[in-house]
């Protein structure tokens, strides 16, 4: 289990460091459009997983990796319509694809096994997408 991750959350404004997964999780679940709407979640130089959102149940999910060269996934769900959808993120209204905004029930499990294991794997209902950065 990693329990090394460097953690900042808006609400709580700080970074903090050697937090343990479930601590992470327990942030991310805790997400709600309004006084919680961002959690960035880094495990050393390696990789980077980032929620944010939380307004009408939906968030935002990004996993970046940096070794052995740079990757950038959102969590997208399967629907690819061009309709969009608006998230609030630090108290700016963002829009995004529709189906990159995936309900927080569905994010946090895969966002589990994610911290658990360092490694994106492969969700079910849901799929990650590369993004070109």
């Given amino acids: 289990m990693l329990n090394d991750w460097r953690l900042y959350t808006d609400e709580s404004g700080t970074e903090q460091k050697h937090v343990a997964w479930h601590e992470v999780l327990k942030?991310?679940?805790?997400?709600?459009g309004s006084t919680r709407t961002l959690v960035h979640a880094a495990y050393g130089d390696h990789v980077d997983l980032v929620v944010a959102g939380g307004n009408n149940g939906?968030?935002?999910?990004?996993?970046?990796?940096?070794?052995?060269?740079?990757?950038?996934?959102?969590?997208?769900?399967?629907?690819?319509?061009?309709?969009?959808c608006t998230l609030v993120i630090e108290g700016s209204e963002v829009t995004f694809p529709i189906s990159w905004c995936v309900p927080l029930e569905q994010a946090v499990?895969?966002?589990?096994?994610?911290?658990?294991?360092?490694?994106?794997?492969?969700?079910?209902?849901?799929e990650w997408l590369p993004v070109e950065m």
């Fill in 27 to 32: 942030e991310i679940a805790q997400l709600n």
């Fill in 109 to 126: 499990p895969v966002c589990g096994d994610v911290l658990r294991t360092c490694e994106k794997g492969e969700p079910a209902q849901l």
């Fill in 58 to 84: 939906k968030v935002l999910v990004q996993w970046k990796e940096h070794e052995p060269v740079a990757q950038h996934y959102v969590l997208a769900a399967d629907k690819h319509t061009g309709v969009m």
